[in-house]
Nanobody, 125 residues
Framework: QLQLVESGGGLVQPGGSLTLSCTAS????????IGWFRQAPGKAREGVSC???????NYTDSVKGRFIISRHNPRNTVYLLLKGLKPEDTALYFC???????????????????WGQGTRVTVSE
């Protein structure tokens, strides 16, 4: 069974940090483009970041300089480090795996085939 499981969410104060994990079972993440998405209450899903097979990365403008995506292939896991968190970062964060060129990625949701259930991040005093 092909599965993605996110973890690491929680409640954090503004300015704090969290590390989200996306771990695969049933397939190897190093063969796929991996994206992180989020959906805030009452808002549309938003692409946050992605990493290509070769490790090239992209970030949406609102998180550039604050979030870092990275792969750990031996653990079959992709991480998203969230720093300098703001209340507007509050959302359900999903990871997804899809096909794409080995040296580039995008957060166009349609290219992703496998999705996790999400982990919730709440940024509040």
């Amino acid at each position: 069974q092909l599965q993605l499981v996110e973890s690491g969410g929680g409640l954090v104060q503004p300015g704090g940090s969290l590390t989200l994990s996306c771990t695969a079972s049933g397939f190897k993440l190093d063969n796929y483009v991996i994206g992180w998405f989020r959906q805030a209450p009452g808002k549309a899903r938003e692409g946050v970041s992605c990493t290509s097979v070769f490790g090239n990365t992209n970030y949406t403008d609102s998180v550039k300089g604050r979030f870092i995506i990275s792969r750990h292939n031996p653990r079959n896991t992709v991480y998203l480090l969230l720093k300098g968190l703001k209340p507007e970062d509050t959302a359900l964060y999903f990871c997804a795996a899809g096909d794409g060129p080995p040296d580039s990625c995008s957060t166009t949701a349609q290219q992703y085939n496998y999705w996790g259930q999400g982990t919730r991040v709440t940024v509040s005093e």
